[in-house]
């Protein structure tokens, strides 16, 4: 049994199906009338329009996203047990990494996770927290004590310095320690591949940790190849292909030269000599352009591009840019040579990246093999009444 009593909203009608089958947003066009008696972020009850008890969850005013589920259990009070028992949970699906070989990855995955707003990520005995609503703000200080518990962490940074925020009508904060001790610069291990993590100064939460099993998964392919690895960020999958043989040529191309520098520095670290592979600060489409030009040809192209479209407004000329970058990949790729497409947009879905890819190859009368499809890690669960959560698409093709 509860033992608050939570005020209340009403659905209009017909409109708590979604939220039966485990959906955890409620649209405010969804709702009778805006609850303007709970505060921002406070927790309250969301009744069907003939009174039942449908789901339990916080509120915002300023948001489309009116509230966010954290229980459809009526019985389950929002207190400290409850995130207690919510980030336990999540913490015990993370037991599938062996600390010896992996200790860095997504903690807690927001809505994947059943904590709506919440993300968490461990990088050794640091977690990085980011917080992206109002009603996960009020809830900051018993997530701070439950990952203390439940983690044994050394020291939380929180990062609320997303401009997502700003939707939330929250403002956005400098990097602070909110526990603990934090390091500059952490070095962690992914599939027993070493790097070293700037969670203060670099992007998201310092890593693409997102792309841990994707990174695996092109060691097969890279042994003695020639590796173009576009958007390379701090070298994630450069060091790993880099690794997989001597004789493996990696180029690595990004735009940002901390990022650069960042990844020879993971080269170095996993006893690899930056002098036998490129490392390139440029854009990526100019410098395409430039290699097909030049005429050189690669065996793998990796394209793992920033969101090109965060919005559905913006979708058409997205999926403008992702036939673009995979024509430029392409030309740079030798006939049989594999292409790893990746794209990071919610609004883009894995049809649209294999019609870009397919697209692509028939403009250059080449044919495309599709090999292996991919999504997130097992760290980045999805609740699978909300595909929309869903945002990271990655294909190997092979391109005759
Ligand atoms: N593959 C990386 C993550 C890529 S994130 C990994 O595994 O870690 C996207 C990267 O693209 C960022 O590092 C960003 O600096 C870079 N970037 C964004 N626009 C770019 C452009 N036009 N040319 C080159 N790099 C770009």
Partial sequence: MSLVHYPSTSLKPHRDESLQNGHLWIFSGALQQAPSWVETGGVLDVKSSTGQFVARGYYNSATDIAIRILTHNEDEDIDAEFVRRRIRRACELRAVFDPAQTNAYRLINSEGDGLPGLVVDRYADTLVMQIHTAGMEQMRPLVLEALLQETGAQGILLRNDGTARRREGLFTEEPQVVAGEVP?????????????????????????????????????????????????????????????????????????????????????????????????????????????????????????????????????????????????????????????????????????????????????????????????????????????????????????
């Fill in 184 to 400: 500059k610069q952490i070095p962690v291990r992914e599939n027993g591949v070493q790097f070293v993590i700037d969670v203060w100064n670099g992007q998201k939460t310092g890593f693409f940790i997102d792309q841990r099993d994707k990174r695996a998964a092109l060691q097969k392919y890279a042994p003695g190849k020639r590796v173009l690895n576009c958007f390379s960020y701090t070298g994630g999958f450069s060091v790993y292909a880099a690794l997989t043989s001597p004789e493996t040529r990696v180029t690595s191309v990004d735009v940002s030269a901390p990022a650069i520098k960042a990844a020879r520095e993971n080269f170095t670290l996993n006893g690899l000599d930056p002098q036998e592979h490129a490392f390139e600060t440029a854009d990526v489409f100019d410098y395409l352009e430039q290699l097909r030009q030049d005429g050189e040809l690669f065996d793998i192209v990796v394209l793992d591009p920033p969101a090109f479209a965060k919005t559905l407004g913006v979708r058409t000329h997205a999926l403008k840019a992702y036939r673009r970058l995979n024509t430029l990949g392409m030309q740079v790729l030798r006939p049989g040579g594999i292409l790893l497409t990746c794209s990071c947009s919610g609004v883009i879905g894995m049809d649209d990246i294999l019609g870009a890819i397919s697209t692509s190859a028939q403009r250059l009368h080449r044919s495309v093999q599709l090999l292996e499809a991919y999504t997130h890690g097992v760290d980045h669960p999805i609740n699978l009444a909300m595909p929309e959560t869903s945002y990271l698409k990655a294909v190997f093709t092979r391109v005759e």
